[in-house]
């Protein structure tokens, strides 16, 4: 069901906020999308998942992953009707306002049908780690902790779906599943760093405590991702072959 709107960002953002399950058009850079929560009360599932989990060791786990950051809904879908070139970023790349704002409120952003253009190949790294290793990519003391993804249709090497996916979790999530897999969590927190799950176990968290961007749109279309480093990890998932890399750069 869509809910049309004439709104701007903000009173967008509080809607979705509002009725998570709901499917939002609006208006954006010129253009009409729609917008929509990946995983609609992601806390409350985080909660019962782990709970359950961990059985008699919640509260002392619970203890730690809770002063991580969470969202109360993760993830958000913002499909535009025709390919846009999107203003990630200005000069100074920083993030444009509108995105940071959804970042901040909803963690993960995924852009389809958009592209980004003039931003100069100086700083475009094409990135492609381990299967299930999920971490960040910036230090806590670097200054541009946003992660710009990008499938660009125009580079042949990305104009087809790519194999592997990308996989989210936030820093609570992240907390929860590695201290349930007995990691150190302190050394977790430390480095940043950890692998978790395996090819069976994680399908099941999928779209409930973990959050997959596929990079699976039709040939063609241009795909984006936004995170910011310091609420949210990430991890390649394979699924056997491994697709292209994807293209990466860091914004403040």
């Keep these: 069901m869509f809910m049309n709107s004439n709104m701007n960002i903000e009173n967008t953002l509080a809607a979705l906020a509002t009725s998570p399950t709901e499917k939002h058009r609006f ?11 990946a995983i609609p009360y992601h806390n409350q599932k985080v909660t019962e998942y782990y709970r359950q989990a961990c059985g008699a060791n919640y509260p002392s786990i619970s203890a730690l992953a809770d002063k991580e950051i969470e969202f109360a809904h993760f993830g958000l879908i913002l499909a535009f009707e025709e390919q846009t070139v999107i203003p990630v970023c200005d000069e100074e790349r920083h993030l444009e306002e509108n995105l940071r704002q959804a970042v901040q409120q909803f963690g993960p952003v995924f852009i389809r049908n958009g592209i980004v253009d003039n931003l100069g190949e100086d700083f475009l790294q094409k990135n492609m780690f381990p299967g299930l290793s999920f971490h960040v990519d910036r230090g806590s003391h670097m200054e541009n902790q946003i992660s710009l993804f990008t499938r ?13 996916s990308t996989l989210f979790m936030s820093r609570r999530a992240t907390c929860y599943q590695a201290a349930l897999e007995g990691k150190d969590v302190e050394d977790f927190q430390r480095c940043s760093n950890v692998f978790l799950f395996d ?6 968290k999928l779209g409930e405590v973990v959050l997959e961007q596929s990079w699976r749109a039709a040939e063609g ?3 984006i991702g936004i995170i910011d480093n310091k609420a949210v990890f990430h991890a390649s998932y394979h699924r056997g072959e491994r697709g292209y890399a994807i293209g990466t750069r860091y914004l403040f």
């Design 221 to 223: 279309v241009g795909e």
């Design 199 to 204: 090819d069976n176990s994680v399908e099941g």
């Design 152 to 164: 660009d249709p125009r580079d042949p090497d990305q104009a087809k779906p790519r194999l592997t």
């Design 27 to 37: 208006h954006l850079f010129g253009k009409t999308l729609s917008a929509q929560i």
